[in-house]
């Protein structure tokens, strides 16, 4: 009887695992870059920063985080004060003034005060978030019904459609992203790069938006907005379409792949053989490219 259980159900499972693990193995894909920028369990506030312009957008919440609780404290404060002080057993006669010039002006005056000290961060974060500077490369962010398209205008001009993975395919190719935000092909960027993202739209409205990257680019047709990017580490970062933009809206994720500089030139390259962009094509654009028109 002893012999028999010599595995255990512990054994026999590690067993069954470890035929599992070398069975599937050739199979996995070999992920260079870990799963960074998804929700996790029981988070509370903002999802972590991972570029500068979300370093600001955290640091003006928390400055109006500080101004809102004084505010909300001194409103306290003072009913209590109030329902304490002029209840009718403590004022049984109330006073018949209506008017106190002084008290007017302050109570007109301080509010302004704090919007203004509210306003000129606020406008200089908006002013930060909304134009490049120096920006290394452009993306071409073009929102479907119901996928994203990424074209890379200074890298040849090829194009990326990016549409979700179904779940049996996610298992299968990618077990290590969550299901829902995987897609078949992710943006592509350099790490530590300004990347200029221009969006516009096909058919309706989307929204670019990825958690932890400060970017909410809501896309329209017949129009291009712009807004930047510049991603610290490697790995992958997910978002989702935020502008309800019909039946497929909460399947067109948004996954971006940071890899290093050299990676990036590589998967450059193979998008441009793979789209036909021979050497000598990407030579006469550059002479185009060079020569503007007349009318600019
Ligand atoms: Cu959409």
């Known amino acids: ?87 009718a057993s403590r004022n049984p006669t109330p006073t018949t003034v209506t008017h106190n010039t002084v008290l007017e002006i302050l109570w007109t005056i301080v509010p302004i005060l704090i919007l203004v000290v509210i306003a000129v961060p606020s406008f200089r974060l908006l002013y930060y978030g909304d134009k490049a500077q120096d920006a290394a490369m452009t993306i071409k962010v073009t929102g479907h019904q119901w996928y994203w398209s990424y074209e890379y205008p200074d890298q040849g001009n090829f194009s990326v459609d990016s549409r979700i993975l179904s779940e049996a395919d996610r298992a299968k190719l990618k077990p290590n992203e969550p299901r829902m935000l995987a897609v078949d092909q992710e943006m592509v960027i350099p790490s530590n790069t300004v990347v200029r993202i221009i969006g516009t739209a096909a058919d309706s ?41 019909g039946n497929n809206h909460a399947y067109m994720p948004i996954a971006v792949r940071v890899v290093s500089q050299d990676e990036f030139n590589k998967w450059v390259e193979q998008k441009k053989k793979a789209a036909g962009l021979s050497p000598q094509m990407e030579h006469k654009t550059d002479v185009a490219s060079a020569n503007p028109p007349a009318n600019r």
């Open 1 to 87: 009887m002893v012999g028999k259980r010599v595995l255990g159900i512990p054994g026999v499972v590690s067993l069954l695992a470890w035929f599992g693990l070398i069975a599937s193995a050739p199979l996995l894909p070999v992920m260079a870059q870990p799963v960074i920028g998804v929700p996790h369990d029981w988070q509370m506030g903002f999802p972590q920063s991972y570029t500068p312009v979300m370093d600001k957008v955290a640091g003006l919440h928390d400055l109006l985080l500080v101004i809102i609780s004084l505010i909300s404290a001194f409103v306290l404060v003072l009913l209590l004060y109030v329902m304490w002080r002029f209840h």
């Open 205 to 245: 409205m989307h929204g670019w938006t990825v958690w932890g990257f400060g970017i909410k680019k809501t896309v329209i047709p017949g129009r291009l907005n712009e807004g930047w990017i510049n991603v610290r580490n490697e790995g992958y970062y997910f978002g989702q379409c935020s502008q309800i933009c």
